[in-house]
């Protein structure tokens, strides 16, 4: 079996000499060239599986490299080599289209991770290409709607690469989804996916969760434990709510990124770690950039590439398709067979708004099943609010990423739970209403489904859901 080639191109020696000793160590055919013209001739006359290129060459960038072999040679991986924090010229670099980026002076053992990825990457390439089939795993995103074919599109080539990509939608979008759909069609598949929710970490122990710390560096620091970053190494981290970060954390935060290495609390040493990093949030980060909330050097640095996701009310075509998914889940959880939608029903969802996207529309459906005589939905199963006839005016909130449609009359607003969650306000009214019924019943649940009026099944999912013993 032939060996996998990689080419360097960088002006200086002790760089070219350093990748090609360490390069052949690890099994690899290496030419190195010091210029534009050089890397032109050789990428002419043979094929590689990877490509290092400098920044800064006697005759031209590494960005004429790059786009180069984009436009010749898509299925090449291609690093960028940049001097000590120069970020802008990576970040730069990754828009351009290259894989990764080293800096220099070089940390070897970061480099045959960043090498061993980028090989598995070429490998697959082309094997998909020689297949000439769709990646597999995109068919979880449920829908047939042009936008939703734009972004399974979109995450098979950002699958391929290692550019931080920015994922932006409401919620209830299916962020998540996306992200893990990112990593598990990319070279860390075999890695770890960790998901975080950088809202539900408290202040003070955000630095330990996400860089770790030693024993006894703080009260309670019984053993060393590894932070998120570390837990990631070699894989994927997904930063989900990354508005929510403090000001002082998104200082380390960027940090981490940009130098490839996390300094667990109380450690003297920084340790190298191979992560790629996704961030989502519902919120507009270019506004908050604006209000000074979010650094705008992290944003930036997170924001290279955007994938946005479509609110439900933009692929109304999907939502049958969708539907039906979820209901054969909720079937499948349940041990029962699935419930049907009654043409009023699906009608009824098709009209309706859904400003909690997909996430509000399992509620519902959920709440349905559980509601339904039968194994038939029908539109009043749905319970869906009622809204305004009057023709809807689209707005623009300041905290969604895109704009959002609401009707020019709006309904009286509902009471609330002390939190602001109307779920949790309606599960408190039916919670008070099953164990009132319950009690008068004397905790006959035949008769407590009669005065309720609904089927047995039904009030023993609702005890189930709402923990009523």
Avoid: W
């Amino acid at each position: 079996m032939s060996k996998q080639t990689v080419l360097v191109i960088d002006d200086e020696r002790d760089i070219r000499e350093l990748l090609t000793i360490t390069l052949g160590r690890m099994e690899l055919a290496v030419d190195a060239v010091g210029s534009v013209s050089e890397a032109r001739a050789a990428l002419g006359a043979r094929r590689y599986d990877l490509c290092f290129t400098d920044m800064r060459l006697p005759d031209g960038s590494g960005q004429e490299i790059i786009e180069l072999i984009a436009a010749t040679h898509p299925d090449m991986p291609v690093a960028m080599i940049t001097a000590y924090g120069n970020v802008d010229a990576a970040v730069n670099a990754l828009k351009a289209g290259a894989f990764d980026f080293v800096s220099k002076p070089v940390d070897i053992q970061l480099l045959r991770r960043l090498v061993r990825t980028a090989l598995r990457l070429s490998e697959e390439r082309k094997a998909e290409a020689g297949a000439n089939k769709p990646a597999p795993g995109a068919d979880r995103l449920i829908g047939d709607s042009p936008v939703m074919a734009e972004v399974r599109t979109k995450i098979a080539k950002l699958a391929r690469n290692q550019a931080p990509v920015y994922i932006a939608g409401e919620s209830g979008v299916g962020k998540e989804l996306v992200a893990r759909l990112i990593h598990e069609l990319g070279p860390r598949s075999a890695g770890a996916f960790v998901p975080v929710n950088c809202g539900a970490i408290p202040s003070e122990l955000m630095e330990s969760e996400f860089f770790g710390h030693r024993k006894g560096s703080f009260t309670g620091a019984h053993a060393d434990k590894e932070g998120l970053f570390q837990a990631a190494q070699g894989g994927t981290l997904f930063l989900d709510e990354v508005a929510e970060l403090p000001l002082h954390m998104q200082v380390k935060l960027l940090r981490a990124i940009q130098e490839k290495a996390v300094r667990p609390i109380g450690g003297r040493d920084e340790i190298p770690v191979d992560v790629r990093i996704l961030s989502a949030t519902h919120k507009n980060l270019a506004a908050l950039v604006e209000q000074g909330l979010f650094r705008q050097d992290l944003f930036y640095r997170i924001n290279v590439i955007e994938l946005r996701v479509p609110p439900l009310r933009e692929r109304r075509g999907d939502v049958p398709k969708l539907a039906d998914f979820i209901l054969r889940q909720l079937a499948t959880e349940a041990g029962t067979t699935p419930n049907r939608l009654k043409p009023d029903a699906l009608a009824a969802l098709e009209a309706y708004q859904f400003p909690g996207n997909v996430r509000e529309l399992e509620n519902i459906l959920e709440r349905a099943m559980a509601m339904c005589e039968g194994e038939s939905i029908e539109a009043d199963d749905l319970m869906l609010p009622q809204r305004s006839t009057a023709t809807p005016t689209p707005v623009t909130t300041p905290d969604l990423a895109s704009p959002v449609v609401v009707p020019a009359a709006a309904p009286a607003p509902l009471p609330v739970g002390a939190d602001g969650s109307l779920e949790d306000y309606i599960s408190n009214i039916e919670r008070d209403t099953i164990i009132k019924a319950l009690e008068e019943s004397r905790y006959n649940k035949t008769a407590t489904a009669k005065k309720l009026g609904i089927t047995f099944r039904a009030l023993r999912y609702k005890l189930k859901k709402l923990g009523i013993d």
